[in-house]
């Protein structure tokens, strides 16, 4: 209950001094398994920088790293997850996750191609009441400063299918948003990274911007 004040407290804190001010930070969540829980060193930086400029947020430009069991997740508002492969979370980071998740916070997950199979059981386990829904495309996350008509861009191919936006809803709250068959990650990192033309980066950047604004204002 401690934990849950503080993070509540927390983001009271930020809602209260708004914006403008230069007083949170968000995380890159480490899990272990054997996964690449750091495959996109650059994104990260880059959506900050982002949003800094265009939604005139003040997040911290340095991201932090976190790892899913520590106390440490309660700092942070908003935690970025990606990955290609195995994902594991044992009895006590699955409850520290739905936890830091019950108490007001954020986890966005973007699939790097392979880690949906592994991803998914591990999540049922944070919230075993729950399951991924697909958000319809007039949900408000495709609609804030942006607009997304039709959901997800599609940065990258995978295999081929539409992208899809689903979401873990807790009481009525998104605590968790999945883009699957898009990878706004490797779209967030730096342009030489993978070759994306201008407008698939700015349109991942976008999407990104308002998973962000989406978080803080709602």
Not at 41 to 59: A, V, W
Not at 63 to 68: E, I, P, Q
């Amino acid at each position: 209950m401690i934990k849950n004040s503080l993070l509540l407290a927390f983001c009271l804190s930020v809602f209260i001094s708004g914006f403008s001010q230069n007083t949170y930070q968000i995380a890159l969540l480490k899990y272990n398994g054997g996964g690449d829980w750091y495959a996109n060193p650059t994104s990260l930086t880059n959506l900050i920088d982002f949003c800094n400029q265009n939604l005139k947020t003040g997040i911290n430009k340095e991201y932090a790293t976190v790892d899913v069991g520590s106390a440490e997740l309660f700092n942070y508002p908003f935690l970025d997850m990606t990955g290609h492969g195995n994902v594991i979370f044992n009895d006590q980071e699955a409850l520290n996750l739905r936890n830091y998740l019950i108490a007001g916070g954020f986890l966005h997950i973007s699939d790097n191609y392979g880690i949906d199979k592994y991803l998914r059981p591990q999540m049922k386990k944070v919230f075993p009441e729950l399951d991924f829904v697909i958000l319809p495309f007039d949900f408000p996350i495709y609609h804030q400063k942006y607009n997304f008509p039709n959901g997800l861009p599609k940065i990258h191919e995978h295999d081929g299918t539409p992208p899809q936006g689903f979401g873990l809803v807790w009481e009525g709250r998104l605590v968790c948003f999945y883009d699957y068959e898009c990878d706004l990650g490797d779209g967030w990192e730096d342009a030489d990274v993978h070759k994306d033309s201008p407008d698939k980066r700015l349109k991942a950047l976008q999407m990104g911007a308002n998973i962000v604004q989406y978080v803080f204002t709602k």
